[in-house]
């Protein structure tokens, strides 16, 4: 019997990138025994409802969970499948690291940041309505409570110091929002003195946007509430290389629920094309949460090497990037294929390779 994990193949390029991962973690020799229940588009017609129980059930049983994306009809339909999971889960932590693997596909070689963001509360509560009749106006209220901000900034502080991290910076709006972004800063303000080793600082977040995007490597831990860190967390994945390489994890007290950044991408489903790199780097985190922590350096390693060397790398990474080179695309399944190969066989002692000729370059972008 190894590690029970719920695994969600979810929406879109769900099932493609979870069944990539899948490969990768079971290339670590470490055993896994996959718990595979639906949520989502394929829960609503197999089941009538985008979360049926048994999902909720499994996570709470196996307290640990693989996620695909799962798709949100924008403006009407069923409530986000995402945000009802950690509401009902109360996964409170959205923890997102933003890492540039191998200097490829950003104009950020140095980025190494972690998004902190609060997954419970804030503007995505649930808590809206139309005000008239004719719909001419609406309100969504934005829960902040001083619970779940001592909670979700106690916990960043923790992963710094977990983590060897020397800088945490909380990010608000408390000028403007004088309650709300008031309370969130009061906590910060409250706990970071119990981290003298830890520099805190505050930015307000439109300042934050502009730092971060002029001077990413001056930051390392960012927390935030849940809207501010959904925007930060695409923002910082763009600087780290873009959404197909950004993986995520999601804490609650007992629970852990792996889940990359990346939504379904409709337009890519059934075509064998996203990069499975996020939803692998999801297994790097849970294997570094169980403990594996051999296992989650091979993954990350074969990973990195994978994209250094561009050779079989998806679209996304086969553009002219980092090294200037662009290279033909190869699919989801081989890229998973090669690094899954690449997991045994990894020197763990060895430095990081860069890419040859690796040198910023103009014309650098990537589409995700
Ligand atoms: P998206 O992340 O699905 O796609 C945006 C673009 O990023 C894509 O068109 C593609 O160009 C690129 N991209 C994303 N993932 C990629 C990958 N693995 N490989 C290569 N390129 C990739 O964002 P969206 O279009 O705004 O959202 C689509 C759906 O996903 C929506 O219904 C949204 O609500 C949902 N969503 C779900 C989650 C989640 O399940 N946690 C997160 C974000 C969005």
Redesign the pocket.
């Known amino acids: 019997m190894g590690y029970r994990v719920t695994l969600i193949p ?1 929406d ?2 769900g099932p493609e ?1 979870t069944a990539a991962a899948r490969t990768v973690a079971e290339a670590t020799g470490v055993a896994f025994d996959w718990e595979v229940v639906q949520a989502g588009e394929e829960a609503i017609r197999t089941q009538g409802t985008p979360l049926p129980d048994d999902v909720l059930a499994s996570v709470r049983r196996n307290r640990l969970a693989l996620k695909g ?6 403006g009407s339909g069923f409530r ?1 499948v ?1 945000v009802a999971l950690r509401q009902q889960l109360d996964l409170y932590s959205s923890v997102r690291p933003a890492r540039a693997i191998a200097g490829e596909g950003t104009r950020f070689p140095q980025t190494d940041l972690i998004v902190v963001r609060e997954a419970t509360e804030g503007l995505y509560s649930g808590v809206e309505h139309w005000v008239d009749r004719d719909h001419t106006a609406a309100e969504t209220v934005n829960v902040i409570t001083r619970k779940a901000s001592d909670r979700i900034v106690r916990f960043a502080f923790e992963l710094a110091k977990r983590e060897g991290r020397r800088h945490v910076t909380a990010v608000h709006k408390a000028n403007i929002m004088k309650t709300t972004g008031a309370l969130f800063q009061t906590a910060f303000q409250a706990i970071a003195p119990s981290y003298p080793g830890v520099q805190a600082d505050e930015r307000l977040i439109d300042n934050m946007c502009m730092q971060l995007v002029k001077k990413p490597e001056e930051y390392d831990v960012l927390v935030t509430t849940n809207l501010f860190g959904d925007i930060l967390s695409d923002l910082c994945a763009g600087l780290a290389g ?3 390489v950004a993986p995520g994890a999601l804490y609650g007290d007992s629970l852990a629920v792996f ?10 489903a059934g075509q064998d094309k ?3 790199v ?1 939803e692998i780097l999801c297994v790097e985190l849970l294997l570094r949460h169980v403990g594996e922590r051999e296992a989650a350096s091979r993954v990350f390693r074969a990973v990195w090497e994978t994209i250094a060397e561009k050779k079989v790398v ?3 990474l086969a553009l002219p990037g980092y090294t200037l080179r662009p290279v033909p695309p190869s699919r989801c399944s081989e890229m998973a294929a090669e690094i899954a190969r690449k997991v045994p066989l990894v020197d763990l002692d060895a430095p990081l390779p860069r890419p040859a000729g690796a040198g910023l370059g103009e014309d650098s972008h990537l ?2």
């Open positions: 979810g879109g390029i990138v994306p799962i798709t949100t009809p924008i986000s995402n873009g959404l197909g889940e990359p950044v990346h939504g379904s991408a409709p337009k890519y996203a990069d499975p996020a998806t679209y996304d589409e995700a």
